[in-house]
């Protein structure tokens, strides 16, 4: 009996400790700092999208600007000449791109971060890293395609002889407030499309709707003073009327409705991290 104890206890002994690891339970326990330790896998990802985007592509990188210049061009045709929607003064083709110029960053950042999670479940089921870098990765990447189609407006202004005004300097804080936007409906989502695969079937919907709320093809002049308060909740709005005013001085920068657009995207925000937070344990097993 003491021969079969002591075998037991050194089986027992010899056999190695098993670590699991999973991010922390609790409701607001987001493990943020996580991610600036994880930045080399942050990277990989961002330049893994910004490859796989123009791999095997005939003319390449000239898709960045082929989008927004054709999404102008249509607006400018059907809205410009047809409808004949006021533009402040403005040349509708500059007044229409400086606003789709956004909107596509917008848009595309929220389409991939909506479907990142489904598109790398194979490196959720492998190892433990935060899952707030997939969907934070895919909002990213297309800073590169905003980057390459602004050098294009710049040559639009150019040769309509518009010189950008002080208010160039605020377009960073914009560009950061179209980012934390986009980021914030992504992960909401991009944790629904785990669960629910006809989600990534709503994205391009809602973001065609969203679009028609936000004055890209019109002045947000245009807009009653009755509906002003529950336009200003659309965060976009606020971006495209601050690019408008920073690159070609029109209209002026409505702080009022900036700061009911930041309340509002927060608390998407905010609900976001919270909400991914709770379904992060599922997503390998769902996925």
């Not at 490196?123 to 990447?141: G, Q």
Request: aromatic content about 16%.
């Amino acid at each position: 009996m003491s021969e079969t104890v002591a075998y037991l206890v050194q089986e027992t002994s010899s056999r190695k400790p098993m670590i699991e690891v999973k991010p922390k339970d609790g409701f607001v326990q987001l493990d943020l700092r996580e991610i600036w330790q994880y930045k080399e896998l942050l990277y990989f990802l961002v330049w893994r999208d910004v490859k796989v985007r123009y791999k095997q592509t005939a003319i390449g990188i000239a898709w960045v600007l082929l989008q927004p210049l054709l999404t102008m061009i249509i607006f400018t045709v059907i809205f410009g000449l047809f409808a004949k929607l006021p533009s402040e003064g403005l040349p509708y083709p500059v007044f229409v791109y400086v606003a789709v110029l956004p909107w596509t960053y917008f848009a595309e950042a929220t389409a991939r971060s909506g479907s990142s999670l489904v598109g790398d479940a194979n490196l959720l089921r492998k190892v433990y890293f935060p899952r707030l870098i997939i969907p934070l990765a895919a909002v990213i990447a297309p800073l590169v395609d905003f980057g390459l189609a602004f050098m294009l407006l710049l040559c639009l202004m150019t040769w309509y002889g518009i010189a950008p005004t002080w208010g160039f300097i605020f377009l960073p804080v914009l560009l950061f407030f179209a980012f934390c936007t986009a980021f914030a409906v992504g992960l909401w989502l991009s944790a629904l499309n785990v669960k629910y695969r006809d989600v990534r079937y709503a994205i391009p919907f809602l973001t065609q709707l969203w679009m028609y709320a936000s004055p890209v093809a019109y002045a947000a002049s245009v807009v009653p003073e009755r509906w002003r308060v529950i336009y200003g909740l659309n965060p976009m709005a606020s971006v495209i009327d601050g690019f408008r005013w920073g690159l070609l001085g029109k209209g002026a920068l409505d702080f009022h409705a900036m700061t009911i657009s930041a309340g509002g995207m927060l608390i998407v925000l905010l609900g976001g991290l919270i909400f991914f937070k709770r379904m992060e344990s599922t997503f390998a097993d769902v996925v």
